[in-house]
């Protein structure tokens, strides 16, 4: 059962467009929202991560939405550009353990 | 500083074979878990390791195992190799055993092909 649902599976944005890649969870008891990116050939890099006692955190133009009762959370990248195109990951832990639970991922190509 | 080391990168097995993959993380880090990453499942937790102990396990068969060394580097094991265990397998340390305000980092994986 995958405990994080992603969407889309790809994007296409034009460069300098916004991108936006959601991600929805069940478990109630995950705290940690974080969001990786991946190029081919490389490991998972963190971008940027969330904790549910904010709505929204902002680094750069990478920010995060984050929904409670909706057991929701988003990406946004503004200003998209072609260094940007590869695929994110959304994730979720729980305190107490070092497990992350990824969601299937999102290919995105930014169009120059 | 340097960041997590995985050796292997690249290493073709034959099934029914066994492999061994290495690990070393952050300096100072002393968790340590490993992925696998497949185009079909993903990415899936096998375990993680603090100060030498398993700590978490994920839903895998016991051809998979691990351990960790007094200096956080870990090792993990697959034997009885079957076609399916072609995938990248990542590592990635953090400071504790909670990623609590630790963040996670990756290394760049041991990609296994198995034929």
């Known amino acids: 059962q995958q405990q994080v649902k992603q969407s889309p599976q790809s994007l296409i944005v034009q460069k300098g467009g916004i991108s936006i890649i959601n991600c929805a969870y069940e478990?109630?008891?995950?705290?940690?929202f974080p969001w990786y990116q991946q190029f081919p050939g490389k490991g998972p890099a963190l971008l940027i991560a969330?904790?549910?006692?904010?709505s929204e955190k902002k680094e750069g133009r990478f920010t995060i939405s984050f929904n409670k009762s909706a057991k929701q959370f988003s990406l946004h990248i503004m200003d998209s550009q072609p260094g940007d195109s590869a695929t994110y990951f959304c994730?979720?832990?729980?305190?107490?353990?070092?497990?992350?639970?990824f969601g299937t991922g999102t290919r995105l190509t930014v169009i120059p | 500083k340097a960041g997590v080391t995985q050796t292997p990168r690249y290493l073709i097995k034959t099934r029914g074979q066994q492999v061994t993959l290495s690990c070393s993380p952050i300096?100072?880090?002393?968790?340590v878990s490993w992925y696998q990453q497949t185009p079909g499942q993903g990415l899936q937790f096998l375990f993680e390791?603090?100060?030498?102990?398993?700590?978490n396990k994920g839903n895998f068969p016991g051809r998979f195992s691990g351990r960790q060394f007094s200096n956080s580097r870990s090792e993990m094991n697959v034997s009885t190799l079957e076609l399916g265990d072609s995938a990248l397998y990542l590592c990635?340390?953090?400071?504790?055993?909670?990623?609590?305000?630790?963040?996670?980092?990756f290394g760049e994986g041991s990609w296994l092909t198995v034929v």
């Open positions: 990635a340390s953090s400071l504790g055993a909670s990623y609590s305000g630790n963040t996670i980092y």
């Open positions: 478990n109630t008891a995950f705290d940690y």
């Open positions: 969330i904790r549910p006692d904010v």
């Open positions: 994730a979720a832990a729980q305190t107490g353990a070092n497990n992350l639970f």
């Open positions: 300096s100072g880090h002393r968790s």
């Open positions: 390791y603090f100060s030498e102990t398993q700590r």
